[in-house]
T-cell receptor
Framework: AQKVTQTQTSISVMEKTTVTMDCVYE???????LFWYKQTASGEIVFLIR??????ENATVGHYSLNFQKPKSSIGLIITATQIEDSAVYFC??????????FGDGTQLVVKP | GGIITQTPKFLIGQEGQKLTLKCQQN?????MYWYRQDSGKGLRLIYY???????QKGDLSEGYDASREKKSSFSLTVTSAQKNEMAVFLC????????????FGSGTRLLVI
């Protein structure tokens, strides 16, 4: 069974709007860490934002924020005021109390002018 | 700032050939990883290493060998390249801490003819 699931394969939005990308995860650990990464067209993968499972407050970094719903094992990524440069593939990931991060299959975001 | 370097950037091999991919990082990170990404897909873990001379199998280790002779370097060997195989191999590293994100290399693009 997949530990991290992203059901949206592709999303298309207009520039300057807000988009939410969904992600659900599966773990037995009481403490874990959730991440979102962005892969650009060049293939470069960069870390965007992290949510620690024991924190109730949703993480925010720049125009990225998270919607953490622990009872639903859900960690959505919200991008406000989208820009053309936000067009990329976004990966959700989870790290349990070992050294591994499990990745979802990614959601392709297209931001149109 | 540090850097994680993968060589070569592009690799063309022949069916049955043994091919080696290299990864170097100067972050002094403990843990290093090799992932495979097929076109339009997510990341699948091949091998990882939590310290020098340590090797841990991932979900996709069959057909691959790995070597971590120094803390700063982690190599991956495709033991017998499969005809028409095409994928990107991504190296990553992280601090040995559960809330630590990954830093990724820029990838090695493999094509087997």
């Amino acid at each position: 069974a997949q530990k991290v699931t992203q059901t949206q394969t592709s999303i298309s939005v207009m520039e300057k709007t807000t988009v939410t990308m969904d992600c659900v995860y599966e773990t037995q650990d009481s403490s874990y860490f959730l991440f979102w990464y962005k892969q650009t067209a060049s293939g470069e993968i960069v870390f965007l934002i992290r949510q620690d499972s024991y924190k109730k407050e949703n993480a925010t970094v720049g125009h990225y924020s998270l919607n953490f719903q622990k009872p639903k094992s859900s960690i959505g990524l919200i991008i406000t005021a989208t820009q053309i440069e936000d067009s990329a593939v976004y990966f959700c990931a989870m790290r349990e109390n070992n050294n591994r991060i499990f990745f979802g299959d990614g959601t392709q975001l297209v931001v149109k002018p | 700032g540090g850097i994680i370097t993968q060589t070569p950037k592009f690799l063309i091999g022949q069916e049955g050939q043994k091919l080696t991919l290299k990864c170097q990082q100067n972050f002094n990170h403990d843990t290093m990883y090799w992932y495979r990404q097929d076109s339009g897909k997510g990341l699948r873990l091949i091998y990882y290493s939590i310290t020098e001379n340590d090797l841990q199998k991932g979900d996709l280790s069959e057909g691959y060998d790995a070597s971590r002779e120094k803390k700063s370097s982690f190599s991956l060997t495709v033991t017998s390249a499969q005809k028409n195989e095409m994928a990107v191999f991504l190296c990553a590293s992280s601090i040995d801490r559960a809330n630590s994100d990954y830093t990724f290399g820029s990838g090695t693009r493999l094509l087997v003819i």
